[in-house]
């Protein structure tokens, strides 16, 4: 049953970007433009997504006491910045800007047969793997 909700929560998630145009790199490129052709119109998008994630959550953590399909919310406990939060804001920030891509929209848009995903996600898998495997390395150092 879980799988089956994930699915369905992926595909819904994935539909709403498509729809919001951000599985368009041109679009999310314009956004980011400000002194060229800029287009603002996905500022709306991550407004939106910004309240209703903020009512969302409000809502539900006050009502339930878990979710219906797992044994705890998981929700981030660390509240501190550190070299790594930075180093990943910084590389996604770059990667989002260069390709008009960020991860949820790049698997969008290889569904729609997008060419630049066909680089975009290799790459970032690539990322996502060293990454891993530095964070591995130094804790296992530590």
Known sequence: MRPLFGFLAGLLFGLGLVVAGMADPAKVLNFLDIFGSW???LAFVMG????????GYRLVLS????????PGFQLPTRQDI????????????VG????????GPAW????LAAPG??????A??????????????RTAIA
């Open 63 to 70: 009502r339930l006491r878990r979710p219906l399909l797992l």
């Open 96 to 103: 989002w800007g260069i390709g008009g891509y960020c991860p």
């Open 82 to 93: 550190d070299r790594d939060l930075l180093l990943g804001a910084a590389t996604f920030g």
């Open 48 to 55: 939106g997504a910004a309240l209703t994630t903020f009512l």
């Open 39 to 41: 287009d603002p119109s």
């Open 108 to 111: 969008t848009a290889l569904s």
């Open 124 to 137: 970032m898998l690539a990322g996502m793997a060293l990454a891993t495997l530095l964070r591995d390395r």
């Open 117 to 122: 995903t066909l680089v975009f996600l290799p």
